[in-house]
């Protein structure tokens, strides 16, 4: 046993026994463990043996002492295993300094880089290696733990493993223009078969009788022996190596014996680099040097090395972008300042005491929230995020009319035209009342009416435009803008947000999003982006029931459908396809809507809906859908956003496996948005992997949206989720914004502690230039979110 899973163990044991209220016999299970550790450990840290006696010892008298002084010894045991792992798991900083070379700028080209070279040069650079610096940020994906040797008898299959053994035999012969070569090798107490494919070379290192290193992955074969094919294999000279060795991803042309050469040959390179970290920073969340972390990331002297490393970048590049994301914040309100709105609220007071419901308490206090950004002298960049149903387009409506009553114009950007119709609708018939001007823009208008309401807007005519994209082109301006919303946020590009802020000058935002946003994800994409969240839903509203049903249930489901037609209620069916496709055998909506509408549900009134139809075609579809004309809607994901039916009671999706989870709560939301029970109901072909059908039951087993949120963040990373890909987001290099939230956490309080004492960074120069170096314009783009 290596002493790292020693102290691993004895913390696991002191920790178990502790809940367990054994400690008296705790002593003897601890000097059990102990005489597992390999004898080479003894020889490597000469004075472990010394250490670990004091250790044990003072474990010795637990059986004799009361309960409180047993308990303070126990607490004081866990400190004495971090101190040992500091001792003898982590180098000192004079050791991290000796394993570096002679000093290497961080900007020189990678071509003149130790062992590297023109032709090597080129494959690090398709690699995104251009400099010196580049390589030694260039961080290992994964480590072979090298420090156990494995007795060939005691080989475990399918797991990476070190063994020593002499070379029986060997030979070599082709097969179907293949060269085959297999060797044997024994330790004196078990033998393993090595084979290599189409690897010439192996045979020029190949000599009987000699003793080798062999690293790989054990196989079970039926004819007896362990086979290990394509193990790396070296000859031992002197001592065997105890190490750690990384494992890059690497492209074709460059070996990961040689990519590990020219890694340690050019670690000189972290001689150049400046700590970045303020003492402060360091010193209160117990962080090494960033010189140490760079050799330790690369070669590190133990896997707790190798975590304290991590710890340190992961931290650092967080720090960084947190620092970044602040200080253009702090930076930008300054030069552009903002406009402090006069609101009486009487016009908002009207327009509730209008309404044929109750606000809920989180719809007034984020309201309360909005209207105070909007009197504030800086511009509001406020997210607002909630369940599907929850109420945000009512609170987005009171503040486009305190906008008005301020004196401002108000822009309502959505993705979709069948949603900008539906708000169009509503906010017409709430606001007009109060001699609010509604109108509506979206690009199937006819041109005369597109230039009827692009002068109005410049005129001052028009209080409200509501519309997509079109909103954002050239030739829509503004007399007076005041506030943007933005809904579905995750639809629009961020160029596309800061198109339409520029309408204005010193503009509100208000972005709404009904796919909420895990804390640390709103941190990350939206800098100190203030956030507001409704997590109350209306009165009335009942959770809608989530059911996963296989195929062959098709029949019941009919039937079940037809109960609820016949008390008027309304019916989505929701496919991942708009017609048959040759490559992709799943249902399709074409072919689907009029089987429906034929064979299953004659008379009922079955409608089509897609991406691919005019708007003019999708507005007149959801008109007879809400009239009641039809009963049934057949769609794709076009009603995924923002669609409310009060009489839908069933939404039914085909092929769930798939939609990404907030693809699919957002379907599940066009249902369930009145008193009336609702279900969602997902149909399963067989074959659907154990993946998917876990993904589906954790989905079916919760109807909140946040926790729909984590688990899509979790599923699919930080990249993908909500389509933050076009965010302007930077790609960490280590952190992991999901599995490292705590340090983002952290890093986050400490980057505004800093700007606090120093808040143009005027006594961090170097880390001033550094933030400017690594994020450049994307930090304004994600200002901008």
Partial sequence: ????????????????????????????????????????????????????????????????????????????????????????????????????GKPVAAATSIKYATSVGESRSKILKRMGIETAGDLVNYFPRDYEDRRTIVPISSIVVEEKVSIKGKLLNYSAKKVSGYTIISAVVSDGFGQILLKWFNQDYILQRLVKDRVYLIHGTAKKTPFGPLEMNSPEIEKIEGEVPREILPVYSLTSGISMKMMRKIMKRNLGV??????????????????????????????????????????????EEFFLFELAILYNRSRLRKSRGGIAKTITGELSKRLIARLPFELTGDQIKVFEEIREDMRSSNPMNRLLQGDVGSGKTMVAELAMVDNFEAGYQSALMVPTSVLAMQHFEKLSSDLEPLGIKVELLTGSLKKSEQDRIRLGLVMGEIDIVIG???????????????????????????????????????????????????????????????????????????????????????????SFIMEELKMGHQIFFIYPLVEESEQIDLKNATDEAERLRSEIFPGVGVELL???????????????????????????????????????????????????????????????????????????????????????????????????????????????????????LPQFSLGDIVRDSDLLTAAREDAAKLLRSDPDLQSSGALRLEIEKRFSDSINLIEVG
């Fill in 1 to 100: 046993m290596l002493l790292e899973n020693f102290l691993k163990c004895a913390e696991e044991v002191i920790s178990l026994f502790e809940r367990e209220g054994k400690e008296a016999s705790l002593h003897s299970e601890l000097v059990r463990l102990s005489s597992l550790i390999d004898p080479e450990e003894f020889d490597f840290f000469p004075s472990l043996k010394e250490y670990l006696e004091k250790f044990l010892s003072y474990f010795s008298p637990l059986d004799s002492l009361p309960r409180d002084r047993r308990m303070t010894r126990i607490e004081n045991g866990h400190k004495m295993i971090d101190k040992l792992r500091e001792i003898f798991l982590v180098r000192s900083e004079e050791e991290v300094m000796s394993l570096l």
């Fill in 468 to 558: 997509t994209h079109s909103l954002i082109q050239e030739g829509v301006d503004f007399e007076n803008l005041g506030l943007i919303v933005v809904d579905e946020q995750h639809r629009f590009g961020v160029r596309q947000r800061e198109a339409l802020t520029t309408k204005g000058h010193l503009v509100d935002s208000l972005i709404m999003t009904a796919t909420p946003i895990p804390r640390t994800l709103a941190m990350t994409a939206y800098g100190d982006l203030d956030v507001s969240t409704i997590i109350t839903m209306p009165k009335g509203r009942n959770p809608v029931r989530t059911l996963l049903i296989s195929r062959s249930r098709t029949r019941e489901l009919y």
């Fill in 610 to 728: 897609h991406g691919r139809m005019s708007d003019l075609e999708k507005q007149e579809v959801m008109g007879r859908f809400r009239s009641k004309e039809s009963m049934i809607l057949v769609s794709t994901t076009v009603v995924e956003v923002g669609i409310d039916v009060p009489s839908a009671t069933v939404m039914v999706i085909e092929h769930p496996e798939r939609f990404g989870l907030a693809q699919l709560h957002q379907l599940r939301g066009r249902v369930g948005r009145s008193s009336l029970k609702s279900y969602c109901i997902m149909v399963l072909n067989s074959g659907v992997s154990k993946e998917a059908l876990d993904r589906l039951r954790d989905f079916s087993s919760t109807s909140d949206g946040f926790t729909v949120a984590e688990l899509d963040l979790k599923l699919r990373g930080p990249g993908e989720f909500m389509g933050l890909r076009q965010h302007g």
């Fill in 270 to 315: 972290v001689k150049s680099l400046d700590e970045l970290l303020p003492d402060f920073v360091r010193h209160e969340r117990d962080l090494m040097s960033r010189r140490h972390a760079m050799i330790s990331i690369h070669f590190p002297l133990s896997l707790f090395e190798m975590t304290r490393a991590r710890k340190y970048l992961v931290y």
